[in-house]
């Protein structure tokens, strides 16, 4: 099956939505769900999934881009989840996404000398835990030898350090490869496609009722189970149903700011504990990722905000192990994402994991809830398996640990014969490396816009470390719909450059309005609604308060 998620495909699937009853309906297109829909493509069943908005948009775009155990659960003894996770991680360094999971180092440093015992302990056991051998071992530093990694970090404010290992992940394109893998297997996969109803035959649900909104017109898919996978949406769904949910789901919020590489003399991140979470410093191309923090929030779902608030509490903690303190104006991007927390969970509807459930609230529809973004694959699996007990038969079991996402196989070949590939392609090298780590072997199919049209293998103004192909390549491929989608998913320019894309937008809309059957004057809407959007989120980052900064970005759609 075809995953080249172009409009032509779009509209195909919009005009089969309905024709017959399908074995799965998968709400949500974040990462679960859409793990859930190639899980259960590759079962052999029927699958349809459908995402209000983007691909990633909620909570899977906005993560701390960290696929780990998590050292904080063997504080609190969840030695199984940390197992668990850690076999995920190894998974997806070694199998599934070698080309969007890479290792990445840090630095715990130690503020006092009794601390080497006991933290070294517990990180000691995390890498001998499940997966642990696709990363370096830790080593314990001597404060001279942390300061030789890290010489920006102030000498007085440790004795000595850890450094260990974990991954990182572009949350947003691995989310979307998972659906464009899910797409490859036969799953239906349609964004910008809203559920309206549930669709009943007595108490049993049956399918739904959805809203295509970039035509406004309502489909009707029957389908014989119904996954949903909506993360913070989740009670949404309850309220939907008008039924009593087993648990229900908690939004926290967490906000990440954006600082140039240069701007820290490190060649290691870091890692620091704090008194509500940990913080982390994160290699992120030519910038470091600084967060998070954790804090409940109750506003709108669909655009979580900084605030002035916030970003001084990151300021605050990660300055206090500086030599040279960042300050607002190092800060080139913010962005705030919410965490689906579950609360009232109860063994019964636990499965495999504490922090995740699965419930049948209604017969034929399967809720999945909570987890964190390295377990999504177990996540997708559970819920696919109560799914399959209500369709019977011989449905078989889950093969998605052994099954390469789109882009990974052929990966390392052209990764280790890179300077034979960039010059096959006439690009230089760290360009081909930049594409490979965002395409793994699909590489080839930029390599080809390219050839067609040479134009297109020139960096975009204003945003110079992307290629023209690259936006092209997301409206004809990756199924971005609108100019948002684009800039904040399918790339990071809207994080990643001082203005957040105000340049480049413009010159990306011009790049992909031919091939979105876009005219002038909603070429021209998209930009000025981008442009609406980020000077909302701005002066959101002035507010001193959730409820000034949620008003604030509340001004612009989208």
């Known amino acids: 099956m075809s995953a080249q998620l172009d409009p032509a495909y779009r509209a195909r699937a919009i005009d089969s939505l309905g024709d017959t009853e399908i074995d799965v309906l998968v709400i949500g297109g974040g990462v679960t769900g ?12 029927s699958v349809t999934l459908v995402e209000a908005r983007d691909f990633a948009a909620g909570t899977s775009s906005r993560s701390s881009k960290l696929i780990h155990g998590g050292l904080r659960y063997l504080e609190q003894f969840d030695f199984a989840l940390v197992r668990e996770a850690l076999k995920e991680r190894g998974l997806l360094l070694n199998t599934l996404a070698p080309h969007l999971v890479h290792p990445v180092s840090f630095l715990f440093p130690l503020q006092k000398h009794y601390e080497r015992f006991y933290i070294g302990a517990g990180i000691a056991l995390y890498d001998t835990m499940g997966g642990a051998r ?31 290992y974990d ?3 572009d949350d947003a394109r691995h989310t979307m490869m998972v659906a464009r893998t899910a797409a490859r297997h036969g799953a239906t996969v349609l964004t910008r496609t809203r559920v309206t109803g549930l669709l009943r035959d007595g108490e049993q649900v049956v399918g739904a009722r959805v809203m295509d909104l970039e035509t406004g017109l309502e489909h009707s898919i029957r389908a014989r189970t119904v996954i949903s996978a909506t993360g913070v949406w989740t009670d949404d769904m309850i309220k939907m149903t008008g039924v009593d949910f087993p648990f229900h789901v908690r939004m ?25 979470s940990v913080l982390f410093v994160i290699p992120w191309g ?35 192990l500086l030599r040279e303190p960042l300050t607002r104006a190092d800060i ?7 965490r689906p927390l579950m609360t009232g969970a109860s063994k019964e509807t636990s499965k495999l994991s504490r922090e995740h459930a699965v419930a049948e609230p209604a017969p034929g529809l399967f809720v999945i809830a909570g987890g964190k973004y390295t377990t999504y694959r177990v996540m997708a699996a559970d819920v696919v398996d109560a799914a399959a007990e209500r369709l019977g038969g011989d449905v078989p079991p889950s093969v998605t640990a052994n ?64 290629l023209a192909a ?73 507010a001193k308060d959730d409820e000034a900064a949620n008003a604030a970005r509340m001004v612009a759609v989208g």
């Open 286 to 320: 030519e910038h470091w990722i600084i967060g998070t923090t954790d804090t409940d929030w109750s506003l709108d779902k669909n655009h979580p905000t900084a605030t002035a608030a916030d970003v001084q509490y990151i300021l605050d903690h990660v300055n206090s």
């Open 34 to 45: 859409a793990g859930a829909a190639l899980d259960a493509a590759t079962r052999g069943l």
């Open 470 to 542: 690259e936006a092209v390549y997301a409206a004809t491929h990756e199924g971005a719909l609108h100019l948002d989608d684009l800039l904040t998913r399918r790339t990071r320019i809207s994080i990643e450059v001082p203005d957040r894309g105000l340049r480049a937008a413009p010159e990306i809309a011009r790049l992909i309005a031919p091939h979105l059957g876009w005219d002038d004057e909603r070429t021209n809407a998209e930009i000025n609604r981008y442009f609406d959007r980020v000077h909302a989120e701005l002066a959101a980052n002035e």
């Open 134 to 164: 696709s990363v370096p071992m830790h080593r314990h530093l001597s404060r001279s030898r942390a300061l030789e990694l890290a010489p920006a970090l102030e000498e007085d404010a440790m004795t000595g350090a850890i450094r260990y």
């Open 403 to 466: 099954l390469p996402i789109l882009g990974a196989v052929g990966y390392q070949g052209m990764r280790d014969g890179i300077a034979e590939v960039a010059a096959r392609a006439g690009l230089p090298v760290e360009t081909v490396a930049h594409l490979l780590g965002r395409y793994g072997s699909l590489t080839e199919e930029i390599f080809d816009l390219i050839a067609a049209v040479p134009a297109l293998g020139e960096p975009i103004p204003g945003a110079e470390d992307y």
């Open 252 to 276: 926290s919020k967490g906000v990440h700011i954006m600082v140039p590489r240069e701007r820290l003399d490190m060649s290691t991140g870091i890692a620091m504990k704090t008194e509500k």
């Open 332 to 338: 080139v991007g913010t962005y705030a994402g919410l």
């Open 167 to 169: 991954a990182q992940v």
